[in-house]
């Protein structure tokens, strides 16, 4: 409080009241001039961009949320079966492939939190998958490329997931969710949809290289995946990471090629939000599997020149908190190796109950 000579001013906050030191008895009542407006004190979910990241339902309340993610990437081979004259010059038969491939998913989640510390969840995909290939042999006078195609569409695979945080979320020091995930076969498997050798320009077949006449919705194998999150929260950005293993079971498939065991994955991914207000924020981060090799009964590898395939990604992403109850999270993914996705874009709107 200070005093200069009849008025007194008090400063409390952000409200300034004036009071006159003599005044008759209805002056005595504070004034007020000014007064910031109220502000909504919860903060964006600057860890909940990403979809393997945020905090958890809280006990009895449900979360749905409804999401669209589409996928883009290609790939070019180039095959030589010749010889080389010099280091430059090759001599016999190039064939060059190329294949681009799109999908786009649409998918409801629903969550609900068990206690304030454990979540489950369900996951149901709709997918829509389109692929085109275009190849051209080099050296035999081919006078256009040989384009194909195919796509495909219907239920994906559906996932379970349970969700459990070990420790408190505190300010300064970082907390901990554990994470269980299950993707079972519902989605048409690779191995049940048409398909026909491909054929170079002299009607011949290419060994090991099969056209789907029809896309698949799903992997053919179930997959079990436990993960790690960390989340340390140091105002006014949040922190994160994730490591995972992803177990694919063996089956057997038939069509002549026996049982197959998909390569399991290696996975990790950190990253970084900032809250820009309290409604919106900025996320940051980089994910990267090493996807190990594929084995099977019969014939050879199905991936006989790599132990390991390494899937890089670069992602950004925005979060708003569009109402009390509706949050729109959207981010984006550019690929970062050479079998990594080109670009992937997803839409998530989570509605709390």
Not at 211 to 229: C, D
Not at 239 to 268: C, H, M, T
Request: proline share 6%; no cysteine.
């Amino acid at each position: 409080m200070s005093q200069s000579g009849k008025f007194v001013f008090f400063a409390t906050g952000s409200i300034l009241s004036i009071y006159l030191a003599s005044s008759p008895a209805w002056a005595q009542t504070p004034e007020v001039v000014g007064e910031r407006p109220p502000e909504d004190q919860r903060q964006a979910d600057v860890a909940a961009v990403f979809e393997e990241r945020g905090l958890l339902t809280p006990k009895g309340k449900w979360v749905v949320e409804p999401s669209l993610q589409y996928i883009h990437s290609s790939s070019t081979t180039v095959a030589i079966d010749g010889f080389t004259i010099l280091p430059a010059i090759a001599i016999g038969l190039i064939d060059v492939s190329e294949v681009q491939r799109d999908t786009l998913t649409a998918a409801i989640a629903l969550r609900y939190g068990l206690t304030d510390r454990v979540e489950v969840g369900l996951r149901i995909p709709y997918v829509w998958r389109d692929e085109s290939l275009r190849r051209r042999e080099i050296l035999v006078g081919t006078p256009a490329d040989q384009v194909t195609g195919s796509d495909g569409m219907g239920l994906g695979d559906i996932e379970l997931g349970l969700h459990y945080q070990f420790n408190r979320a505190v300010t300064g020091k970082p907390f901990f969710i554990g994470n269980l995930r299950v993707k079972s076969t519902t989605g048409t498997s690779p191995f049940e949809v048409d398909r026909v050798p491909a054929k170079d320009s002299t009607g011949e077949e290419i060994p090991g290289v099969d056209i789907f006449l029809e896309q698949p919705t799903g992997s053919g194998f179930w997959a079990v995946q436990p993960s790690l999150t960390v989340i340390y929260s140091t105002d006014p950005a949040v922190i994160y990471g994730n490591i995972s293993y992803v177990w694919n079971l063996e089956r057997d498939v038939g069509n002549d090629q026996g049982k197959i065991d998909p390569g399991n994955a290696l996975g990790f991914s950190l990253g970084t939000g900032f809250a820009l207000n309290n409604r919106t924020s900025l996320s940051f981060g980089y994910d990267h599997s090493i996807v190990f090799k594929t084995k099977r009964e019969l014939g050879d590898p199905l991936n006989p020149t790599f132990d390991r395939v390494q899937v890089g990604t670069f992602l950004w992403g925005l979060s708003h908190r569009l109402s009390d109850r509706t949050s729109m999270n959207f981010s984006v993914g550019i690929g970062a190796t050479s079998a990594a996705p080109d670009a992937q874009v997803s839409l998530r709107f989570p509605i709390r109950f």
